[in-house]
């Protein structure tokens, strides 16, 4: 009943950029955080940035000055501006929202399905 898409992936040369959308909708009564994740094959997935209501955006090191995560709260929507893209920054990226949906429901992490970023040199 929650679904979240993403959208915006793609091929891009090393040095470019790409902006990531999320939108969450259903039955959703209050996004506690949301954020981005990615997994590379063979890899763990890891945490490239979120932003939980506070509005403290946590990014990984790697990314840091080079991505940057907004959130639309009236849209249910999360951001990923990615600029200075690299080789390594390559994988399938989940986003990710920490949401309630209802008043007596207790706060459980949703997942989108993915969108592919591969970054050429």
């Known amino acids: 009943q929650v679904q979240l898409v993403e959208s915006g992936g793609g091929l891009v040369q090393a040095g470019g950029s790409l902006r990531l959308s999320c939108v969450a909708s259903?039955?959703?009564?209050?996004?506690?955080?949301m954020g981005w994740y990615r997994q590379a094959p063979g890899k763990q997935r890891e945490l490239v940035a979120s932003i939980p209501n506070s509005g403290l955006k946590n990014y990984a090191d790697s990314v840091k000055g080079r991505f940057t995560i907004s959130r639309d709260n009236a849209e249910n929507t999360v951001y990923l501006q990615m600029n200075s893209l690299k080789p390594e920054d390559t994988a399938s990226y989940y986003c990710?929202?920490?949401?309630?949906?209802?008043?007596?429901?207790?706060?459980?992490?949703?997942w989108g399905r993915g969108t592919q970023v591969t970054v050429s040199s």
């Open positions: 990710n929202a920490d949401l309630r949906m209802s008043l007596m429901s207790q706060s459980t992490a949703y």
């Open positions: 259903g039955s959703i009564f209050s996004i506690e955080a």
